[in-house]
Protein backbone atom coordinates (compact mmCIF):
# COMPACT_ATOMS: atom_id res chain seq x y z
CA UNK A 1 0.00 0.00 0.00
CA UNK A 2 1.62 3.29 -1.14
CA UNK A 3 2.06 5.71 1.66
CA UNK A 4 0.23 9.03 1.55
CA UNK A 5 2.75 11.81 2.22
CA UNK A 6 0.57 15.38 3.38
CA UNK A 7 1.79 18.40 1.52
CA UNK A 8 3.67 20.94 3.79
CA UNK A 9 0.32 23.32 3.90
CA UNK A 10 -1.94 20.73 4.40
CA UNK A 11 -2.85 20.40 8.58
CA UNK A 12 -4.34 17.42 10.36
CA UNK A 13 -7.82 17.56 12.25
CA UNK A 14 -5.64 17.83 15.32
CA UNK A 15 -3.30 20.84 14.28
CA UNK A 16 -6.17 22.91 12.91
CA UNK A 17 -7.73 22.52 16.57
CA UNK A 18 -5.02 23.54 18.10
CA UNK A 19 -4.33 26.48 15.74
CA UNK A 20 -8.03 27.67 16.91
CA UNK A 21 -7.59 26.94 20.66
CA UNK A 22 -4.24 28.77 20.59
CA UNK A 23 -5.52 32.10 18.78
CA UNK A 24 -8.79 31.93 20.48
CA UNK A 25 -7.11 32.34 23.85
CA UNK A 26 -4.44 34.74 22.52
CA UNK A 27 -7.71 36.68 21.06
CA UNK A 28 -10.02 36.86 24.06
CA UNK A 29 -6.85 37.46 26.62
CA UNK A 30 -4.61 39.82 24.89
CA UNK A 31 -1.11 40.12 24.85
CA UNK A 32 0.11 37.29 26.53
CA UNK A 33 3.16 34.88 26.44
CA UNK A 34 3.72 31.00 25.04
CA UNK A 35 3.65 29.82 28.56
CA UNK A 36 0.57 31.43 29.90
CA UNK A 37 -0.49 30.27 26.53
CA UNK A 38 0.39 26.38 27.57
CA UNK A 39 -0.55 26.48 31.09
CA UNK A 40 -4.37 28.04 30.68
CA UNK A 41 -4.72 25.92 27.28
CA UNK A 42 -3.51 22.83 28.52
CA UNK A 43 -1.44 22.30 25.48
CA UNK A 44 2.44 21.22 26.25
CA UNK A 45 4.94 24.19 25.65
CA UNK A 46 6.12 22.89 22.52
CA UNK A 47 2.77 22.55 20.88
CA UNK A 48 2.01 26.45 21.86
CA UNK A 49 5.47 27.37 20.35
CA UNK A 50 4.97 25.64 16.89
CA UNK A 51 1.40 26.83 17.10
CA UNK A 52 2.07 30.68 17.13
CA UNK A 53 5.02 30.32 15.30
CA UNK A 54 2.79 29.55 12.10
CA UNK A 55 0.44 31.82 13.32
CA UNK A 56 2.57 35.28 13.69
CA UNK A 57 4.28 33.84 10.32
CA UNK A 58 0.46 33.99 8.20
CA UNK A 59 0.51 37.49 10.30
CA UNK A 60 -2.35 36.76 12.61
CA UNK A 61 -0.55 36.91 15.33
CA UNK A 62 1.99 39.50 16.16
CA UNK A 63 4.79 39.63 18.98
CA UNK A 64 6.07 42.46 21.49
CA UNK A 65 8.86 42.53 24.25
CA UNK A 66 8.00 43.55 27.44
CA UNK A 67 10.68 44.28 29.65
CA UNK A 68 11.17 42.82 32.78
CA UNK A 69 10.81 44.07 35.77
CA UNK A 70 13.79 42.21 38.11
CA UNK A 71 16.53 43.44 35.13
CA UNK A 72 15.97 39.63 33.73
CA UNK A 73 15.60 39.15 29.88
CA UNK A 74 12.31 40.63 27.80
CA UNK A 75 9.61 38.62 27.74
CA UNK A 76 7.53 38.00 24.36
CA UNK A 77 4.13 38.35 24.68
CA UNK A 78 2.00 37.46 21.64
CA UNK A 79 -1.38 39.68 20.85
CA UNK A 80 -4.05 39.33 17.62
CA UNK A 81 -2.88 41.23 14.75
CA UNK A 82 -6.40 43.69 14.42
CA UNK A 83 -5.86 44.81 10.92
CA UNK A 84 -5.45 41.12 9.62
CA UNK A 85 -9.08 41.32 8.80
CA UNK A 86 -11.61 43.27 8.50
CA UNK A 87 -15.48 43.31 8.72
CA UNK A 88 -18.56 45.36 7.41
CA UNK A 89 -20.77 46.38 9.95
CA UNK A 90 -24.52 47.40 8.57
CA UNK A 91 -27.25 48.67 10.96
CA UNK A 92 -30.28 49.62 8.37
CA UNK A 93 -32.69 51.61 10.53
CA UNK A 94 -36.56 52.75 9.27
CA UNK A 95 -34.86 55.39 6.97
CA UNK A 96 -31.21 55.42 7.09
CA UNK A 97 -28.34 53.22 6.71
CA UNK A 98 -25.12 53.33 9.29
CA UNK A 99 -22.40 51.38 7.73
CA UNK A 100 -18.68 50.80 9.63
CA UNK A 101 -15.46 49.13 8.48
CA UNK A 102 -13.79 47.85 11.80
CA UNK A 103 -10.47 45.53 12.31
CA UNK A 104 -10.83 42.33 14.33
CA UNK A 105 -11.32 44.38 17.59
CA UNK A 106 -14.00 46.55 16.63
CA UNK A 107 -11.93 50.16 15.92
CA UNK A 108 -14.46 51.31 13.29
CA UNK A 109 -11.29 52.57 10.41
CA UNK A 110 -14.49 53.93 8.44
CA UNK A 111 -18.25 54.83 8.64
CA UNK A 112 -21.05 56.60 6.53
CA UNK A 113 -24.40 57.35 6.97
CA UNK A 114 -27.24 57.21 4.09
CA UNK A 115 -30.86 58.67 4.98
CA UNK A 116 -33.42 56.85 2.49
CA UNK A 117 -36.89 57.35 2.18
CA UNK A 118 -39.84 54.31 2.75
CA UNK A 119 -41.34 55.58 -0.32
CA UNK A 120 -38.42 53.26 -2.34
CA UNK A 121 -39.70 50.10 -1.51
CA UNK A 122 -38.35 46.94 -1.16
CA UNK A 123 -36.20 47.08 -4.29
CA UNK A 124 -34.93 50.49 -4.10
CA UNK A 125 -33.57 49.88 0.04
CA UNK A 126 -31.70 46.90 -1.31
CA UNK A 127 -30.32 48.99 -3.63
CA UNK A 128 -29.27 51.42 -1.25
CA UNK A 129 -28.19 48.85 1.14
CA UNK A 130 -25.68 46.86 -1.16
CA UNK A 131 -24.34 50.74 -2.62
CA UNK A 132 -23.14 51.40 0.87
CA UNK A 133 -21.42 48.30 1.46
CA UNK A 134 -19.88 48.15 -2.07
CA UNK A 135 -19.05 51.93 -1.57
CA UNK A 136 -16.82 51.36 1.71
CA UNK A 137 -14.86 48.03 -0.11
CA UNK A 138 -13.84 50.53 -2.76
CA UNK A 139 -12.38 52.88 -0.05
CA UNK A 140 -10.25 49.65 0.73
CA UNK A 141 -8.79 48.71 -2.84
CA UNK A 142 -6.83 46.54 -3.07
CA UNK A 143 -7.80 45.09 0.40
CA UNK A 144 -10.86 43.10 -0.59
CA UNK A 145 -9.48 39.84 0.48
CA UNK A 146 -9.01 40.85 3.95
CA UNK A 147 -12.83 40.73 4.70
CA UNK A 148 -14.19 38.52 6.59
CA UNK A 149 -18.15 39.31 5.23
CA UNK A 150 -20.70 41.58 6.29
CA UNK A 151 -23.12 41.96 9.08
CA UNK A 152 -26.57 43.50 8.82
CA UNK A 153 -28.74 44.79 11.57
CA UNK A 154 -32.04 45.34 10.48
CA UNK A 155 -35.31 46.83 11.53
CA UNK A 156 -37.29 43.65 11.52
CA UNK A 157 -37.68 40.27 12.68
CA UNK A 158 -35.22 37.83 11.43
CA UNK A 159 -35.45 34.16 10.36
CA UNK A 160 -32.36 32.69 12.14
CA UNK A 161 -32.11 29.84 9.11
CA UNK A 162 -32.03 31.56 6.17
CA UNK A 163 -31.85 35.29 7.09
CA UNK A 164 -34.60 36.53 5.86
CA UNK A 165 -36.55 39.51 7.08
CA UNK A 166 -40.30 40.54 8.34
CA UNK A 167 -40.01 44.11 8.23
CA UNK A 168 -42.01 45.67 11.11
CA UNK A 169 -44.92 47.35 10.90
CA UNK A 170 -43.66 50.45 9.59
CA UNK A 171 -42.63 48.83 6.91
CA UNK A 172 -45.02 45.82 6.35
CA UNK A 173 -45.88 46.39 3.19
CA UNK A 174 -42.82 45.34 2.04
CA UNK A 175 -43.45 41.83 3.11
CA UNK A 176 -40.29 39.31 3.17
CA UNK A 177 -36.76 40.39 1.94
CA UNK A 178 -34.08 37.35 1.52
CA UNK A 179 -31.67 39.84 2.76
CA UNK A 180 -28.33 37.12 2.95
CA UNK A 181 -29.08 35.50 -0.05
CA UNK A 182 -28.83 38.83 -1.90
CA UNK A 183 -25.97 40.11 -0.18
CA UNK A 184 -24.38 36.46 -0.49
CA UNK A 185 -24.73 36.88 -4.09
CA UNK A 186 -23.76 40.53 -5.12
CA UNK A 187 -20.35 40.15 -2.64
CA UNK A 188 -19.44 36.83 -2.82
CA UNK A 189 -18.42 37.17 1.29
CA UNK A 190 -19.94 35.54 4.15
CA UNK A 191 -23.10 37.46 5.62
CA UNK A 192 -24.36 37.55 9.37
CA UNK A 193 -28.13 38.84 10.24
CA UNK A 194 -29.78 39.68 13.06
CA UNK A 195 -32.29 42.11 14.35
CA UNK A 196 -30.89 45.60 15.17
CA UNK A 197 -31.16 45.19 19.15
CA UNK A 198 -29.56 41.64 19.37
CA UNK A 199 -26.73 42.86 16.68
CA UNK A 200 -26.47 45.94 19.56
CA UNK A 201 -26.26 42.91 22.26
CA UNK A 202 -23.66 41.29 21.01
CA UNK A 203 -21.56 44.90 19.72
CA UNK A 204 -21.87 45.28 23.80
CA UNK A 205 -20.79 42.21 24.71
CA UNK A 206 -17.46 41.85 23.03
CA UNK A 207 -16.42 45.70 22.84
CA UNK A 208 -18.48 47.58 25.21
CA UNK A 209 -20.58 47.67 28.53
CA UNK A 210 -21.52 44.21 28.43
CA UNK A 211 -18.27 42.66 28.10
CA UNK A 212 -16.77 40.10 30.68
CA UNK A 213 -20.73 39.77 31.58
CA UNK A 214 -22.56 36.76 30.89
CA UNK A 215 -26.42 37.24 31.90
CA UNK A 216 -27.74 40.87 30.27
CA UNK A 217 -30.40 42.53 28.29
CA UNK A 218 -30.08 45.11 25.89
CA UNK A 219 -32.82 47.75 25.38
CA UNK A 220 -32.49 49.94 22.26
CA UNK A 221 -34.59 52.71 22.52
CA UNK A 222 -34.47 55.13 19.06
CA UNK A 223 -37.23 55.07 16.61
CA UNK A 224 -38.66 51.65 18.49
CA UNK A 225 -37.63 49.79 21.31
CA UNK A 226 -35.94 46.36 20.91
CA UNK A 227 -34.37 44.50 23.48
CA UNK A 228 -31.25 41.75 22.83
CA UNK A 229 -30.99 38.82 25.47
CA UNK A 230 -27.33 37.52 26.22
CA UNK A 231 -27.77 34.84 28.78
CA UNK A 232 -24.56 32.76 29.96
CA UNK A 233 -22.79 34.81 27.67
CA UNK A 234 -24.71 33.45 24.92
CA UNK A 235 -27.18 35.59 22.73
CA UNK A 236 -30.78 34.17 22.94
CA UNK A 237 -33.15 34.41 20.39
CA UNK A 238 -35.90 32.19 21.16
CA UNK A 239 -37.25 29.12 18.92
CA UNK A 240 -38.17 31.25 15.66
CA UNK A 241 -35.45 34.30 16.05
CA UNK A 242 -37.63 36.76 17.20
CA UNK A 243 -36.88 36.81 21.21
CA UNK A 244 -36.11 40.75 22.98
CA UNK A 245 -39.50 42.63 21.31
CA UNK A 246 -39.98 44.01 24.13
CA UNK A 247 -40.78 47.27 22.96
CA UNK A 248 -44.54 45.44 22.14
CA UNK A 249 -45.06 44.68 25.66
CA UNK A 250 -48.87 46.25 26.72
CA UNK A 251 -48.18 48.48 29.76
CA UNK A 252 -51.35 50.95 29.74
CA UNK A 253 -54.75 49.42 28.49
CA UNK A 254 -55.69 53.15 27.93
CA UNK A 255 -52.52 53.69 26.16
CA UNK A 256 -51.91 55.23 22.34
CA UNK A 257 -52.77 52.27 19.37
CA UNK A 258 -49.60 50.59 18.39
CA UNK A 259 -48.29 50.43 15.04
CA UNK A 260 -48.69 46.45 15.41
CA UNK A 261 -51.94 46.89 16.58
CA UNK A 262 -51.90 46.64 19.87
CA UNK A 263 -53.22 49.20 22.51
CA UNK A 264 -50.48 50.92 24.80
CA UNK A 265 -47.19 49.03 24.08
CA UNK A 266 -44.17 50.25 25.64
CA UNK A 267 -42.88 51.28 22.25
CA UNK A 268 -45.44 53.95 22.11
CA UNK A 269 -44.43 55.62 25.37
CA UNK A 270 -40.96 55.24 25.60
CA UNK A 271 -39.19 55.23 21.81
CA UNK A 272 -38.20 58.70 20.40
CA UNK A 273 -40.73 59.36 18.21
CA UNK A 274 -43.43 58.60 20.79
CA UNK A 275 -41.61 61.57 23.11
CA UNK A 276 -41.26 64.31 20.26
CA UNK A 277 -44.92 63.60 19.29
CA UNK A 278 -45.53 63.97 23.11
CA UNK A 279 -44.60 67.40 23.18
CA UNK A 280 -45.88 68.69 19.99
CA UNK A 281 -49.43 67.46 21.75
CA UNK A 282 -48.73 69.37 25.05
CA UNK A 283 -47.62 72.68 22.63
CA UNK A 284 -50.60 72.66 20.73
CA UNK A 285 -52.52 72.52 23.85
CA UNK A 286 -51.15 75.72 24.92
CA UNK A 287 -48.55 75.16 27.36
CA UNK A 288 -46.28 76.89 28.02
CA UNK A 289 -42.76 76.05 27.74
CA UNK A 290 -39.66 76.50 26.35
CA UNK A 291 -39.74 74.02 23.58
CA UNK A 292 -41.63 76.23 21.36
CA UNK A 293 -39.02 78.91 21.67
CA UNK A 294 -36.20 76.16 20.53
CA UNK A 295 -37.92 75.39 17.90
CA UNK A 296 -38.52 78.67 16.25
CA UNK A 297 -42.61 78.80 17.64
CA UNK A 298 -43.80 75.83 15.11
CA UNK A 299 -44.63 72.44 17.21
CA UNK A 300 -43.93 70.65 13.78
CA UNK A 301 -40.38 71.57 14.05
CA UNK A 302 -40.06 70.03 17.82
CA UNK A 303 -37.05 67.20 17.55
CA UNK A 304 -35.37 65.11 20.10
CA UNK A 305 -32.55 67.27 20.12
CA UNK A 306 -34.62 70.67 20.77
CA UNK A 307 -36.30 68.44 23.77
CA UNK A 308 -32.51 67.71 25.07
CA UNK A 309 -31.83 71.33 24.84
CA UNK A 310 -35.04 72.34 26.91
CA UNK A 311 -34.66 69.87 29.72
CA UNK A 312 -30.89 71.20 29.73
CA UNK A 313 -32.73 74.49 30.36
CA UNK A 314 -34.87 72.86 33.25
CA UNK A 315 -37.61 73.70 31.39
CA UNK A 316 -40.53 71.94 33.53
CA UNK A 317 -42.70 70.22 30.08
CA UNK A 318 -39.41 68.86 28.83
CA UNK A 319 -38.33 67.76 32.12
CA UNK A 320 -41.32 65.80 32.79
CA UNK A 321 -41.63 64.33 29.27
CA UNK A 322 -38.26 62.99 29.76
CA UNK A 323 -39.52 61.56 33.64
CA UNK A 324 -42.24 60.26 32.16
CA UNK A 325 -40.42 58.09 29.39
CA UNK A 326 -37.90 56.97 32.33
CA UNK A 327 -40.86 56.14 34.17
CA UNK A 328 -42.48 53.69 31.63
CA UNK A 329 -39.27 51.79 30.41
CA UNK A 330 -38.39 51.70 34.50
CA UNK A 331 -42.09 49.68 34.55
CA UNK A 332 -41.08 47.63 31.66
CA UNK A 333 -37.90 46.95 32.90
CA UNK A 334 -39.14 46.05 36.54
CA UNK A 335 -40.89 42.77 34.77
CA UNK A 336 -37.26 41.86 33.38
CA UNK A 337 -35.51 42.00 36.45
CA UNK A 338 -37.80 39.78 38.49
CA UNK A 339 -38.53 36.99 35.20
CA UNK A 340 -35.10 36.77 34.30
CA UNK A 341 -32.82 38.21 37.21
CA UNK A 342 -29.87 39.81 34.71
CA UNK A 343 -26.78 41.49 36.23
CA UNK A 344 -27.09 44.09 33.82
CA UNK A 345 -29.55 46.03 32.00
CA UNK A 346 -28.07 48.00 29.34
CA UNK A 347 -30.25 51.13 27.90
CA UNK A 348 -28.99 52.13 24.52
CA UNK A 349 -29.95 54.17 20.76
CA UNK A 350 -30.80 57.57 20.88
CA UNK A 351 -32.51 57.82 24.51
CA UNK A 352 -28.86 57.56 26.05
CA UNK A 353 -28.53 61.10 25.19
CA UNK A 354 -30.82 61.92 27.70
CA UNK A 355 -28.24 60.90 30.29
CA UNK A 356 -30.00 61.12 34.06
CA UNK A 357 -33.17 62.57 32.62
CA UNK A 358 -34.26 58.93 31.96
CA UNK A 359 -31.62 56.95 34.77
CA UNK A 360 -32.53 58.42 37.40
CA UNK A 361 -36.56 58.14 37.30
CA UNK A 362 -35.82 53.94 35.72
CA UNK A 363 -33.88 53.83 39.03
CA UNK A 364 -36.70 55.07 41.16
CA UNK A 365 -38.92 52.74 39.80
CA UNK A 366 -37.08 49.92 39.85
CA UNK A 367 -36.16 50.55 43.38
CA UNK A 368 -39.84 50.74 44.42
CA UNK A 369 -41.43 47.78 42.55
CA UNK A 370 -38.58 45.14 41.95
CA UNK A 371 -38.22 42.09 44.08
CA UNK A 372 -35.48 42.62 46.12
CA UNK A 373 -32.82 39.59 45.49
CA UNK A 374 -32.68 40.56 41.92
CA UNK A 375 -32.82 44.39 42.48
CA UNK A 376 -29.76 43.87 44.77
CA UNK A 377 -28.36 41.77 41.91
CA UNK A 378 -28.72 44.29 38.06
CA UNK A 379 -26.94 47.50 37.49
CA UNK A 380 -28.62 49.54 34.56
CA UNK A 381 -25.96 51.63 32.56
CA UNK A 382 -26.15 53.18 29.32
CA UNK A 383 -24.33 51.76 25.76
CA UNK A 384 -20.69 52.59 25.66
CA UNK A 385 -20.69 52.06 22.08
CA UNK A 386 -23.34 54.81 20.83
CA UNK A 387 -24.81 54.50 17.83
CA UNK A 388 -22.13 52.24 16.52
CA UNK A 389 -23.55 49.13 18.52
CA UNK A 390 -25.71 47.48 15.73
CA UNK A 391 -23.09 47.73 12.98
CA UNK A 392 -20.43 46.76 15.08
CA UNK A 393 -22.54 43.77 16.62
CA UNK A 394 -23.30 42.76 13.25
CA UNK A 395 -20.34 41.36 12.60
CA UNK A 396 -19.17 40.12 15.48
CA UNK A 397 -20.85 36.39 14.46
CA UNK A 398 -18.24 36.55 11.34
CA UNK A 399 -15.11 37.63 13.69
CA UNK A 400 -15.90 34.58 16.29
CA UNK A 401 -16.37 32.43 12.88
CA UNK A 402 -13.12 33.29 12.21
CA UNK A 403 -11.21 33.20 15.24
CA UNK A 404 -12.65 29.69 15.85
CA UNK A 405 -10.67 28.58 12.33
CA UNK A 406 -7.59 31.35 12.11
CA UNK A 407 -6.12 28.95 9.46
CA UNK A 408 -9.01 28.09 6.68
CA UNK A 409 -10.16 32.27 6.04
Not at 76 to 82: D, E, S, T
Not at 160 to 180: E, R
Not at 367 to 375: G, I
Request: aromatic share 6%; glycine share 12%.
Amino acid sequence: MKKQIRRPHQLSSVSKGNASKVFAHIFRNGKITQREISTTTGLSFTTVTSVVSRLEKIGVVKRTLESSTNGGRPAALYGCNPGYRHVIGVEARKDKLFVVVSDLEGTVLSRTTLPFDKKIGKDGFLTVLVDAVDEQIKKFKGKQSTFLGVGVGVAGLVNPNDGSVTMLSHLANWGTIQLKDVMEKRFRLKISVHNLAAAAALGELRYGSGKGKGNFLLLNVTDGVGGGIVLNSRLYTGISGTAGEFGHISVDDHGPVCTCGNIGCLETLTSVPALVQNARRALSQGITSAIKDIAGGDPDAVTFQVLLDAARLEDKLAYNLFTDVGRYLGEGIVSLVNLLNPEMIIIGGDLVQAGDLILNPVNDVLKRQALEVPRRSVEVVFSQLGDSASALGSAVPLIEDFVGSPLDD
